[in-house]
């Protein structure tokens, strides 16, 4: 029997929380991840997702309520752009223009084949 528990919107942010210092923690004690620069948010929600999947397996059931999950989505993808370091980027020489290029390459072709399946199952094409 499966068992659903539903936790608030206050309760899920103070989760989130959470979850972020889970990550500094782990993090700061495993040198590894601070090398190859996994940031904390990953670590820590990677930990509880496991845990939460091991919940969901063992009958146990998580409904968090998330209203301003769009917005601090919105708002997390809008500032990526602003940590871009130029000289870092100048510094990868050709390295970065030729992911550029390869990554453009391959947006390319990940477009294609969703318009493509998307025609194919009579899908209208622009939700691809």
Known sequence: MYQLNSIGALESFLIAIGVLFLGHFVNSKIPA????NIPEPIVGGLIIACVISVLHYNGINFKFDLPLKNTFMLMFFAT????????????GG???FWFLAIASVYIIIQNAIGVSFASLLGLDPLMA
């Open 94 to 96: 050709l390295k970065v």
């Open 80 to 91: 990526v752009g602003l940590a871009a370091n130029y000289k870092q980027l100048v510094k």
């Open 33 to 36: 991840l601070r090398k190859f």
